[in-house]
């Protein structure tokens, strides 16, 4: 049964960065779950997992280092369907894009022929690495650098792209958004449900979109594949769709079968950065070619208790 919106949601604070009152919340959340005869997320007969990909400031507030454009507006769908589907979500799992200064997409990483590191959004392929257009700033590192490099070509992902410094670890860029974090805390103490937060992306030397393995080398997360395997549903939302979301839903489906996932389409947008890039195709594309393979490409708005019924675990 979808609920009303609680009384503390207001929709025009979504891009607001704030310190959420924790204890206020936690009593009206218990209340709220007596109110409408919430159980613990345990007694769930049906488990649905709610996985949100890289909620952060750094993607989805106007001003911030990788700005999303539309994600204001996914993260107020995103804080809706929870805040509707309190009583039907047992777990949320929250993933947190973890960054330092040195990576190998941050320009200081990288240098020029004179000495010169890239500007954002710079594209940097196999053939400029071997030919020496790019190396790595530090000698030591130009063989992990080649390796990397061939093995994003061999393996068909995108070509190594300079982003912007973003999702710095301990800068507010990291954090939630405060309106989502407000939303898992809140469902959180209604359901006595931990929220199961997964950090990716602290190995410098490789991109790391999705948040069950990085792109070239490295071992898969096998403990959230397994966390993952037991729901009866996986639903998705989150940034960016062309990245962190599309290539976190391809790794799944090799572990998941497709029609236990529901990607939440509109609680997620492309990478677009005017005059630099525009993933809104590829994001399109890989949404396209999930739904093909029998994964359920919904709307929050739609009920859970009209959505199609994957198998059982």
Known sequence: ??????????????EEIRRVPYEQRAVEATAWADE?????AHEDARRVALLLVDCQNTFCTPGFELFVPGAPEDSRRLCEFVYRNLGAITQIIPTLDTHRAMQVFHAAWLVD???????PYTVVSAYEVERGIWHAADPEEQGNLER???GLAERGRYRLTVWPYHAMLGGIGHALVSAVEEAVFFHSIARTSLAAFQVKGENPRVEHYSVLGPEVGG?????LIELLSSFEAVVIAGQ??????AWTVEDLLQDVPADRVYLLEDCTSPVVAAGAVDFTAAGNEAFARFAARGVHVLD??????????????
């Open 300 to 313: 929050s708005t739609r009920p859970i208790d009209s959505w199609p019924r994957g198998r059982n675990p």
């Open 219 to 223: 071992g898969r997360n096998d403990a």
């Open 113 to 119: 022929a004179k000495g010169r590191h890239p500007q």
């Open 240 to 245: 960016a769709k062309s990245h962190c979301v």
């Open 36 to 40: 409408h005869g919430l159980t613990p």
């Open 148 to 150: 990397y490099v061939r």
């Open 1 to 14: 049964m979808e609920l009303p919106l609680p009384p503390h949601w207001d929709p025009a604070r979504v």
